[in-house]
């Protein structure tokens, strides 16, 4: 008699298989989305810096400027989005004495300045 077909321990072999090789990979990839909201939210601390200059030339005076103040200089209400997708984040331009531009940035459940590798509440 000539059996054509799978038995039943080899589908549930592949499976099995299949199941351990998704869960492996899965993580991978929801590890490399967390690296790359970090990521993201850097780029805003750093977009937020590059409007020093311009905001010392209207302003002359040290100071912290919130977000909502720098949309005027180009900073685009979509870059102040969470990149996690979890509301938004809050940041503001500090203009030192001796004219340092430090942005500071704080995207909840995902990056805060100063915070390089941990996810924040920014409750500090």
């Not at 590059?50 to 900073?75: H, R, S």
């Amino acid at each position: 008699m000539n059996k054509k077909g799978f038995t039943l321990i080899e589908l549930l072999a592949v499976i099995v298989i299949l199941g351990v090789i998704m869960a492996v990979t899965s993580s991978a990839v929801l590890k490399q989305k967390a690296k790359a909201n970090v990521e993201e939210a850097k780029k805003l601390e750093h977009s937020i810096e590059t409007l020093g200059p311009e905001v010392w030339l209207e302003k002359k005076q040290p100071g912290k400027y919130w977000l909502n103040e720098l949309t005027k200089y180009g900073l685009k209400s979509s870059e102040i989005k969470n990149p996690s997708g979890k509301g938004i984040c809050e940041g503001y331009l500090e203009i030192t004495e001796d004219k340092e531009f430090i942005g500071h940035i704080c995207c909840p459940g995902l990056y805060q300045t100063g915070s390089a590798d941990k996810p924040t509440n920014c409750s500090s």
